[in-house]
């Protein structure tokens, strides 16, 4: 019930398309959804995050859609660039006195010219 | 603004040896810290947390420890290391329990 499901595990996209990554979960005591970019060989950072009172989040490019019924999250980024070429982790955490993000397994998305 | 360090960047030991890697957070007080694990092409393992100076909780037993002697600092340690301990080693923090977590820039350990 703590798992995060995450897919897909790699992603290839032109230059200017649209990069979709999907997440589900099964623990309805989830309530925070930060999504993190990892560069190789650097530590992950924060990208975007949205709690389950919205159904969507947008900044920037990158919007978070959020379907609380089918417990189901993803990562939209728009205009896709080279430069957006990492590993994108989804994770989800109770604030109700957890302190453990749970991660998915990362999608690895190249962004081709 | 608030900023996290790690050293080493990067470390090679010997299967036996010990460890200590050190995390510090500036700009920031009384935060919560975290030390993880990640093993190539996977995701992040949370290993230890701590709430306050001293307060340390496992989340997984092996042989590896956390201290945190300052309100800042955050060091992972280990007696003999084992070949498993390789890994990408990042700590974070974060300012409330639930909320953003903020990594480092990690330490490569590679156990030969």
């Known amino acids: 019930q703590q798992q995060v499901k995450q897919s897909p595990q790699s992603l290839i996209v032109q230059k200017g398309g649209i990069s979709i990554i999907n997440c589900a979960y099964e623990n309805t005591a989830f309530d925070y959804f930060p999504w993190y970019q990892q560069f190789p060989g650097k530590g992950p950072a924060l990208l975007i995050a949205?709690?389950?009172?919205?159904s969507e989040k947008k900044e920037g490019r990158f919007t978070i859609s959020f379907n609380k019924s089918a417990k189901q999250f993803s990562l939209h980024i728009m205009d896709s660039q080279p430069g957006d070429s990492a590993t994108y982790f989804c994770?989800?955490?109770?604030?109700?006195?957890?302190?453990?993000?749970?991660f998915g397994k990362g999608t690895k998305l190249s962004v081709i010219p | 603004s608030q900023t996290i360090h790690q050293w080493p960047a990067t470390l090679v030991q010997p299967v036996g040896s010990p460890l200590s890697l050190e995390c510090t957070v500036e700009g920031t007080s009384n935060p919560n810290l975290y030390w993880y694990r990640q093993a190539a092409g996977r995701g992040l393992q949370l290993l230890f947390y701590s709430v306050g100076i001293g307060q340390i909780s496992s989340e997984v037993p092996q042989n590896l420890s956390a201290s945190r002697p300052q309100d800042r600092q955050f060091i992972l340690s280990s007696k003999k290391l084992l070949l498993s301990d390789s890994g990408f080693y990042l700590c974070?923090?974060?300012?409330?329990?639930?909320?953003?977590?903020?990594f480092g820039p990690g330490t490569r350990l590679t156990v030969t």
């Open positions: 974070a923090w974060s300012v409330i329990v639930g909320g953003e977590q903020y």
């Open positions: 994770a989800a955490i109770s604030g109700a006195g957890s302190y453990q993000l749970t």
């Open positions: 949205i709690r389950p009172d919205v």
